[in-house]
């Protein structure tokens, strides 16, 4: 087995410190700082190994754990495009599940990085209790899973039947497309037993949480789909 460096935190801190970008280039991808991020992320063991687990067994409820990373809410996806070595940081260092969430976000928006950072990035947010991360984890496994993604491996059985746990545990935790996909898995069999009744719980469920947002939109499309035809 090929051995991988663990990241070192203390070393991400000092690439950031050096690089600050000015609040009117907040939205644009510091591209050479994301390259060496990228470098950091492929030695780093822990990120890598989540590529390997099911979305759902790497899921912890605790969410953010403290430490000394405050202001949260300050790691929108531009500041973590213009600070991705920042971002990261807080990431590896457990202490923050939205870093991890709004780097994989900004990551994605560039079709110059690789599919599999977002993913491992992702994997980390659900692994510290993002149940968004397990979402969109979920989702590019049932969707557009790569060749090359780790979880290729496995079972076709196997691999609807972790999308499925996956959905649920995210929709258990409130989180909308996690209730919206659950929904799909169940109303096409996909990983469990076709049930219209759970199916249509779960749909529920990601309006009930938020009318207004797309998931709940997406779900009322079903919905009507799964409406009995009038004669």
Same mark, same amino acid.
């Given at each position: 087995?090929?051995?991988?460096?663990?990241?070192?935190?203390?070393?991400?801190?000092?690439?950031?410190?050096?690089?600050?970008?000015?609040? =009117?280039?907040?939205?644009?991808?510091?591209?050479?700082?994301?390259?060496?991020? !990228?470098? /950091?992320?492929? %030695? *780093?063991?822990?990120?890598?190994?989540?590529?390997?687990?099911?979305?759902? *067994?790497?899921?912890? @409820?605790?969410?953010?754990?403290? $430490? &000394?990373?405050?202001?949260?809410?300050?790691?929108?996806?531009?500041?973590?495009?213009?600070?991705?070595?920042?971002?990261?940081?807080?990431?590896? /260092?457990?202490?923050?599940?939205?870093?991890?969430?709004?780097?994989?976000?900004?990551?994605?928006?560039?079709?110059? !990085?690789?599919?599999?950072?977002? =993913?491992?990035?992702?994997? @980390?947010?659900?692994?510290?209790?993002?149940?968004?991360?397990?979402?969109?984890?979920?989702?590019?496994? %049932?969707?557009?899973?790569?060749? &090359?993604?780790?979880?290729?491996?496995?079972?076709?059985? =196997?691999?609807?039947?972790?999308?499925?746990?996956?959905? @649920? /545990?995210?929709?258990?935790?409130?989180?909308?497309? $996690?209730?919206?996909?659950? $929904?799909? &898995?169940?109303?096409? $069999?996909?990983?469990?037993?076709?049930?219209?009744? &759970?199916?249509?719980?779960?749909?529920?469920?990601?309006?009930?949480? *938020?009318?207004?947002?797309?998931?709940?939109?997406?779900?009322?499309?079903?919905?009507?789909?799964?409406?009995? /035809?009038?004669?």
């Amino acid at each position: 087995m090929t051995a991988f460096l663990k990241i070192s935190t203390l070393a991400l801190a000092s690439l950031f410190s050096a690089s600050a970008l000015s609040a =009117e280039q907040a939205t644009k991808m510091n591209e050479h700082e994301a390259r060496t991020v !990228i470098a /950091a992320m492929d %030695r *780093d063991q822990s990120l890598l190994a989540s590529l390997q687990r099911c979305p759902a *067994d790497l899921f912890r @409820k605790e969410a953010e754990l403290g $430490g &000394s990373f405050p202001a949260h809410k300050t790691a929108t996806k531009e500041r973590c495009a213009a600070h991705p070595a920042e971002c990261l940081s807080a990431c590896v /260092a457990g202490r923050s599940a939205t870093h991890c969430f709004n780097l994989a976000l900004a990551f994605e928006q560039d079709e110059a !990085i690789a599919a599999r950072y977002k =993913e491992m990035l992702f994997a @980390k947010a659900c692994a510290l209790g993002d149940a968004s991360g397990c979402t969109n984890r979920g989702a590019y496994l %049932r969707n557009t899973m790569e060749d &090359s993604d780790p979880l290729r491996r496995v079972s076709e059985e =196997e691999l609807k039947a972790c999308q499925h746990r996956t959905f @649920k /545990a995210a929709c258990r935790n409130n989180d909308n497309w $996690g209730c919206a996909m659950l $929904g799909q &898995s169940y109303r096409y $069999g996909e990983g469990t037993p076709t049930s219209q009744a &759970s199916a249509r719980r779960a749909y529920r469920k990601a309006c009930k949480l *938020d009318p207004n947002f797309a998931a709940c939109e997406s779900a009322r499309e079903d919905l009507e789909e799964m409406k009995p /035809a009038r004669h």
